[in-house]
């Protein structure tokens, strides 16, 4: 089994920071894509930014400039530095990896870690 374990969420004001962690765990083969999606209540899911295992990073035009995506590869984790937050950025933030057990790659996903931007 495959499982994505997310950190970092919380309550933060505006204008604050948060660093979010996502960790794979489990009988990995390989990891492909990684990244982070936000649902906001009473909006659809969200793409935020996204990491391939080799290539260029993906920023939703709403974060960037203010959130930075990375990833460890040796450590399976993918992480989303978050800067200049603002009220609009409240939303459950979930952790997407497409992960190989053996040769079949799968998207997985984490449980979601609430941030939210209030004063």
């Known amino acids: 089994q495959v499982q994505l374990v997310e950190s970092g969420g919380g309550l933060v004001q505006p204008g604050g920071s948060l660093r979010l962690s996502c960790a794979a765990s489990?009988?990995?083969?390989?990891?492909?894509?990684m990244g982070w999606y936000r649902q906001a209540p009473g909006k659809e899911r969200e793409l935020v930014a996204t990491?391939?295992?080799?290539?260029?990073?993906m920023y939703a035009d709403s974060v960037k400039g203010r959130f930075t995506i990375s990833r460890d590869n040796a450590k399976n984790t993918v992480y989303l530095q978050m800067n200049s937050l603002k009220p609009e950025d409240t939303a459950v933030y979930y952790c997407?990896?497409?992960?190989?057990?053996?040769?079949?790659?799968?998207?997985?996903w984490g449980q979601g870690t609430q941030v939210t931007v209030s004063s």
């Open positions: 997407n990896a497409l992960i190989a057990v053996s040769v079949i790659f799968r998207e997985y």
């Open positions: 990491v391939p295992s080799g290539g260029t990073t």
């Open positions: 489990g009988s990995i083969s390989r990891i492909n894509s």
